[in-house]
């Protein structure tokens, strides 16, 4: 299996070369050359465990990976450390199932594939005979940040750079970020949004004379963001999983399709769903969940493309993105393959910030549904589950709850859904008791996680007890125009 860029120039790579490299030298993303199709019956995929059936899917992505190789990387990230023995459980609740994916260490579902990936990348780095330090240079609205610093905490060879939009996250996304031990971590709330951060972090992989300055000085740029394949095929493990332990349940027949929704900022885990889709799962409608920085739904409904709007800092903030970079591989499927068209429809967003899909793209765009909730639905929808049924969502889980209802109502669509609840409601207790008051408003977010867990009759996540007892170990802050400076400070380059 071998990766080419969406837009078209560099070389064509093995996958564990995309590993390492993270983005193609023309700024485009790595793309398998054929999307893998599943030679298993749906029935057999049910018999497998999670670590079975990831060390299945990622050998038909990653098959320059010995057996061997493979399987120590699956071994090593999903153990103990995910406090859900299943790894990713389903919870029928209000009429849908509930894919949790936020039982790993920092609570949100990129541990299901950063727990993985730094077992791929120094796997990678080996195969490739690559002696460089390699640095993992990172941006995040909230849970990657956290997710990647963990994944890469004290890994031998590697060097991890995170920046975050300083007052754009959760205080308890924050301080999970502040406390993180190991000497090759370091974390930059940046002055601007996540997308400033985001495009800070992918114009210092396409500067030349940086990357030059960092491979004399003995070093090399990867990422950790969904841009990274090694981030993203790990995503499509749990919707094969989540279909296979469906059927084995009898909750649905064998070839009947499923609607997958998902809370959408930057486009890869609905993306994970759609490879798995193409790869051969009974998947019906992929339905893209927005808040209300909707620059995503306006797209599923317009085929235009238009981050030129304003800004919003909402209750689900790690959503709170206009430009998504996953969006990118999508656009190079709905095109047919073209990198000549990805690498026009880029090259306006850039310059122009806008960009509109071909009649021929729009007509495959109607596979996936667009819609929006803003923060006062959310809140509702919080309370309305709690309430008649005894489930606590987070925030972004809300928004594709309430999403999935305008779905239904507008199409009447009966198929089974799926929901991919993305954050434990610990991670954002402030919006939380603004929906079902289990403390005093003023209180402080740890204040407020011990009256969730008490009030709610839910167990605090290891991840988080006692993290407002641990040291601030990062403090660093900057402008988005000083990343490059806090970089060099920080790898001791002149």
């Known amino acids: 299996m071998l990766y080419k860029s969406t837009r078209g120039r560099g070389d064509t790579v093995t996958a564990s070369q995309a590993i390492v490299k993270g983005i193609a030298e023309d700024g485009g993303l790595y793309v398998p050359q054929e999307i893998p199709k599943i030679d298993s019956t749906l029935e057999s995929l049910g018999e497998m465990n999670y670590r079975e059936l990831a060390f299945y899917i990622m050998k038909k992505y990653f098959d320059d990976f010995s057996d061997e190789e493979l399987r120590q990387c699956v071994e090593g990230a999903y153990d103990e450390k995910f406090e859900d023995p299943l790894i990713a459980p389903l919870n029928y609740k209000a009429g849908v199932h509930f894919l949790e994916l936020y039982h790993g260490k920092t609570l949100a579902f990129k541990d299901m594939a950063l727990s993985i ?11 490739a005979g690559i002696s460089k330090e390699i640095v993992i240079l990172t941006a995040t609205s909230g849970d990657t940040g956290k997710a990647a610093l963990e994944g890469f905490d004290s890994v031998e060879g590697t060097r991890i750079i995170v920046f975050y939009p300083k007052d754009g996250v959760s205080e308890i996304q924050r301080v999970q970020m502040a406390v993180q031990e190991g000497r090759n971590t370091f974390v930059v709330g940046i002055d601007g949004n996540f997308d400033d951060a985001q495009s800070g972090v992918k114009e210092i992989f396409a500067d030349e004379e940086f990357n030059r300055l960092l491979l004399e000085n003995g070093f090399m740029f990867s990422s950790a963001n969904s841009i990274n394949i090694g981030r993203l095929v790990p995503q499509i493990v749990y919707y094969v999983y989540t279909y296979a332990q469906l059927l084995k349940a009898g909750r649905i027949a064998s070839g ?4 997958v929704v998902v809370p959408t900022g930057n486009f890869g885990n609905i993306l994970a769903a759609y490879y798995a889709k193409c790869m051969g799962i009974p998947i019906g409608r992929l339905i893209c969940a927005s808040n209300k920085n909707k620059v995503l739904a306006d797209f599923m409904n317009t085929g235009v493309y238009d981050r030129r709007r304003e800004f919003y800092v909402t209750n689900s903030p790690s959503m709170d ?13 709905l095109s047919g ?27 495959r765009l109607k596979l996936v549904y667009g819609g929006f909730a803003d923060e006062a639905e959310t809140i509702d929808a919080i309370k309305e589950v709690y309430e008649g049924f005894g489930y606590v969502m987070d925030t972004h889980t809300a928004v594709a709850y309430v999403v999935n ?29 603004e929906a079902l008051h289990f403390a005093d408003s003023d209180a402080d977010e740890f204040e407020m996680v011990q009256e969730l867990s008490k009030k709610m009759n839910l167990r ?35």
């Open 337 to 363: 393959r073209s990198e000549e068209v990805v690498s026009g429809l880029m090259e306006k967003l850039k310059k122009e910030g806008v960009y509109e899909i071909n009649d021929e793209m729009k007509e």
């Open 460 to 494: 605090i996540p290891k991840g988080i007890q006692d993290l407002d007892k641990k040291e601030i170990r990062h403090k660093t802050t900057c402008g988005k125009d000083e990343m490059r400076d806090v970089i060099r400070k920080f790898l001791g380059i002149e």
């Open 405 to 433: 209802k305008k779905y239904k109502e507008e199409t009447g669509d009966i198929r089974a859904a799926v929901i991919a609840s993305t954050a434990s409601p610990f991670k954002f207790p402030k919006s939380i008791n």
């Open 117 to 127: 990936l730094p077992y791929l990348m120094k796997t990678a780095a080996k195969k």
């Open 256 to 259: 009947e399709n499923i609607n």
């Open 321 to 333: 993105i206009l430009i998504s970079s996953n969006l990118e591989r999508f656009l190079y499927e």
